[in-house]
T-cell receptor, first 114, second 114 residues
């Protein structure tokens, strides 16, 4: 298994509070991604990083921000959590930007906003 | 925009029967296609990927997929279903940008009936 650790694995938070999810990798892969998984939608890309301090938006980035200060860590922040952000969040990594390159996924973080 | 469509959100087969999970892609350029499997409460695991080297792609656990350009399809098959195949299956297409962005289908939940 690819060395990807997501923390926390489960979190319950209140509406309006800030939340940060962490993704840590030991593979030294350049590219890191945050996806959310919702029933009927599959996985949708939130943000991704193509290097330290280099990030870009995905298709569902509103309400989320990210940071990557080290190769191994990619943080996802919900500045003010809303109930619509209740979801399972997955971090993924890939070695290159070549489209033939697969992504490896973490175990996921289940976030509930009440 | 590139996308994939998975027909059938739920598929049930008897143990030992053929498994067929459908995926159609929308692409104006040669696509790079992937099948992932997700077991309950786990991350996604790569089953196989199409890289244009061969139209019939063999993956792990006895699965294979055939790329058919004329039908814009990449259906996943397995000759004989096992109980352990019960899981969620996702088709995905990758798009090269500053990162390698994956666009996932909505998933197909496979149930295997003993």
């Amino acid at each position: 298994d690819a060395g990807i650790t997501q923390s926390p694995r489960h979190k319950v938070t209140e509406t309006g509070t800030p939340v940060t999810l962490r993704c840590h990798q030991t593979e030294n892969h350049r590219y890191m991604y945050w996806y959310r998984q919702d029933p009927g939608h599959g996985l949708r890309l939130i943000h991704y990083s193509y290097g330290v301090k280099d990030t870009d938006k995905g298709e569902v980035s509103d309400g989320y921000s990210v940071s990557r200060s080290k190769t191994e860590d990619f943080l996802l922040t919900l500045e003010s959590a809303t109930s619509s952000q209740t979801s399972v969040y997955f971090c993924a990594i890939s070695e290159s930007a070549a489209p033939v390159t697969e992504a490896f996924f973490g175990q996921g973080t289940r976030l509930t906003v009440v | 925009a590139q996308s994939v469509t998975q027909l059938g959100s739920h598929v049930s087969v008897s143990e030992g029967a053929l498994v067929l999970l459908r995926c159609n892609y929308s692409s104006s350029v040669p696509p790079y296609l992937f099948w992932y499997v997700q077991y309950p409460n786990q991350g996604l695991q790569l089953l196989l990927k199409y890289t244009s080297a061969a139209t019939l792609v063999k993956g792990i656990n006895g699965f294979e997929a055939e790329f058919k350009k004329s039908e814009t399809s990449f259906h996943l098959t397995k000759p004989s279903a096992h109980m352990s195949d019960a899981a969620e299956y996702f088709c995905a297409v990758s798009v090269q940008n500053t990162g390698n962005q994956f666009y996932f289908g909505t998933g197909t939940s496979l149930t295997v009936i003993p």
